[in-house]
């Protein structure tokens, strides 16, 4: 088949939601074109922006990198160590060697270093590993943000992501998450960092043909961790439904994101008391309004204590309590 | 393993969604209780109604017709004749027997006889089975119900059919049939009938269990016309989730119907200029207001005429040009 936009070329990639095929160049237009049209739209980034990309070493974070510095943003990547054996290891080699051959040297926090290695915690505080990684991520990706004076925090979550957890959230009509799920969470006085998803209108079959022919080498396997998470069920459901309809879940997203959709507008007013408190769980990204400061780190929070210091202390109780009992 | 309700007998059925596994008799008191508390919770049926169940010889409707008579209501049974060869007849054969053995006789409406059978109106009017025999069921349920003095109809949609039709109108946020979804459409002065779906707190496995424990014979088969249907691809899709999830499907739509949910409610003030006219196109049921008379048959309609006359029309006009064709 010829590419369907140049019409001279093979075609590399084949796309049923857009009725279309394209060689490998075509096709770097055709994705980078959908990607800014996502920024644009939501108005995400400006040009003055500086904007540290979150990199995980998967396919999607340095494929948003990659992108980023093409179209002439200002960007700094930043790399969490999550201390999980192997898989750590692996993740950050991908991500340094992909900096390395942009001229850049991502920020890299160790969580070992900072006393709360993902596995370890999980064990301690008897929570979910991916519950855990998800406040300890989020109050990172804010702290270097805010300290290193960035205007702006961008993730690598792509259309097969956020349609996942908008389905999940539907299932279980979760309201407050419902309001505020969006691809463009403002900032907020008191330190709180705007945090946006540039690709949001591109797949995930889209996001890793476009990592393959650019040549950047990612991590391709899941993390150990999230093996049974939800969100793959979602994930597959969805999968199935777009295998038969090319084109569901582009529509799905964009007619939930439509601002007269009355579940977001409603939801914001309507919240359930239950929903609420969930939602002050995950955070100043997640909660509304001017956030104050944590009483233990200053970190912008909707609670007394931040949920990573209260996460802090819960594994800190636990491995004392453990010491003692060794002693015993 | 033992019955969770008696305690004595084996379990016969297991329900992963109910935490439950009961015995056949047991199961029943299960199974009518939780369509009487259907009925009850949304206020569907009273006990002075006259009730015209629509079966179509599947387990749905034989079994809710089934209960509705052991819980006392006072019902007659109603069957289209879709024309569909074969499938038709074994069908009706299976309307008449279950009708017999509870002493009744079945209404009869043959689409042949009233010049629409749906194969041959589809190939002339070049639409889709489903979308016809939709019209056409409507039109017949409405009709019959009016001129017999019924004061609701009641047809056999369970859970899942309800929930997969909730996830295709989210899907693509068909915010006019969001609105309209529910259990209990209202009637109408101008002979709109009101239309309950009393089996909506049952899923197809429960009902398909019931039917089979209580010894109703019904056709195993689908509807050879439907093999394409969306709505199979959505209920798959929710098939995996609640396989891995029990109790999902309950969770999403009484969540739907939850009356605090700005979706629905909504929906009905701000439906868009295009869902609105889909919307008139299924006719009375559908709409909102009172209805007014079609020009043409009488029936209860939003537009000049109605959509079952509409279709006729088509196919009429479809017919004599084929005549005149073969003539020349």
New interface residues.
């Given amino acids: 088949m010829k590419c369907k936009r140049c019409r001279r070329a093979e075609a590399a990639v084949e796309l049923p939601s857009h009725h279309s095929a394209f060689c490998p160049d075509c096709f770097f237009v055709f994705f980078r074109r959908q990607v800014t049209e996502g920024i644009r739209k939501l108005r995400l980034l400006a040009p003055e922006d500086r904007v540290l990309v979150c990199v995980s070493g998967g396919k999607d974070s340095l494929v948003l990198w990659d992108v980023l510095i093409d179209e002439g943003y200002e960007t700094e990547g930043l790399y969490i160590d999550l201390g999980i054996d192997g898989y750590s290891d692996r993740s950050k080699e991908k991500v340094l060697a992909y900096a390395a051959s942009r001229g850049k040297t991502p920020i890299v926090v160790e969580l070992a270093k900072e006393g709360i290695p993902i596995p370890e915690a999980a064990r301690c505080a008897r929570m979910q590993e991916c519950s855990i990684c998800g406040t300890v991520k989020r109050y990172f990706f804010n702290r270097v943000a805010a300290e290193g004076r960035f205007t702006v925090v961008a993730t690598g979550h792509n259309l097969d992501d956020e349609t996942a957890r908008l389905l999940g959230n539907?299932?279980?009509?979760q309201?407050g998450h419902l309001a505020r799920q969006h691809p463009l969470l403002p900032g907020a006085d008191g330190g709180l960092v705007r945090k946006v998803k540039p690709l949001w209108r591109v797949s995930e079959v889209e996001t890793a043909a476009y990592g393959f022919l650019k040549g950047i080498d990612y991590v391709t396997e899941e993390c150990p961790m999230s093996e049974d998470a939800?969100s793959l069920?979602?994930k597959?459901?969805?999968s199935?439904?777009e295998d038969?309809?090319p084109g569901?879940r582009i529509?799905?997203y964009q007619?939930?994101l439509?601002p007269?959709?009355?579940?977001r507008?409603?939801?914001e007013a309507?919240a359930?008391a239950a929903d609420t408190a969930r939602a002050t769980e995950v955070d100043a990204e997640e909660g509304a309004g001017t956030p104050r400061a944590c009483a233990s780190c200053g970190a912008p929070t909707y609670t007394e204590t931040c949920s990573f210091c209260r996460l802090k202390e819960r594994v800190r109780k636990a491995r004392s309590l453990r010491a003692a009992g060794g002693s015993r």
């Avoid at 539907?170 to 009509?173: D, E, F």
């Avoid at 007269?260 to 579940?263: A, E, H, I, T, V």
């Fill in positions: 539907l299932l279980h009509w309201r939800t069920v979602y597959e459901a969805l199935r439904i038969r309809m569901t529509v799905f007619g939930f439509d007269s959709n009355p579940l507008k409603g939801a309507a359930p």
